[in-house]
Nanobody
Framework: QVQLAESGGGLVQAGASLRLSCLVS????????MGWFRQAPGKERELVAA????????DYGDSVKGRFIISRDRAKNEVYLDMNSLKPEDTATYYC????????????????WGQGTQVTVSP
C-alpha cells in the first residue's frame, strides 16, 4: 500500500522559484531511491532529479542542473524539489517516483509513482 502524493505545483512567472513536495505513505523500503520526473503534452517523460537514501547521491537531468535541487527528509517521509530560475520550458506535470536502485529510478523504472502535480511557467 505504498502511496506517493505530490503537491506544490502552480502557475508562476519565468524566473520564479517553487518547491514541490512528495509525501510517502505505506510500507516502503527504507533504502529506496527517490526521484522526480516530468512530462509535457506530446513529450516523453524525462528525469528531473533523483536522490539515494543512504548517502544522498544525486542525479539531475541536463536541463535542470544548477537550477533545481532535490532533497529528502526520511523522518518526515517527504521528498522535495526546489526549483529556481524557472523557464517556460519547465512547464509539465511533475511526478514523484521510488525504486529499489538508483539506476532503475534514473532510467524511469521506479516501482512506485505519484499522480503528478502541474507546474506552469509563463514567459
Amino acid at each position: 500500500q505504498v502511496q506517493l502524493a505530490e503537491s506544490g505545483g502552480g502557475l508562476v512567472q519565468a524566473g520564479a522559484s517553487l518547491r514541490l513536495s512528495c509525501l510517502v505513505s505505506g510500507h516502503i523500503n527504507l533504502a529506496y531511491t527517490m526521484g522526480w520526473f516530468r512530462q509535457a503534452p506530446g513529450k516523453e517523460r524525462e528525469l528531473v532529479a533523483a536522490i539515494t537514501q543512504g548517502y544522498g547521491f544525486q542525479d539531475y537531468g541536463d536541463s535542470v542542473k544548477g537550477r533545481f535541487i532535490i532533497s529528502r527528509d526520511r523522518a518526515k517521509n517527504e521528498v522535495y524539489l526546489d526549483m529556481n530560475s524557472l523557464k517556460p520550458e519547465d512547464t509539465a506535470t511533475y511526478y514523484c517516483a521510488a525504486g529499489t536502485t538508483r539506476t532503475a529510478v534514473v532510467r524511469g523504472q521506479g516501482e512506485y509513482w505519484g499522480q503528478g502535480t502541474q507546474v506552469t511557467v509563463s514567459p
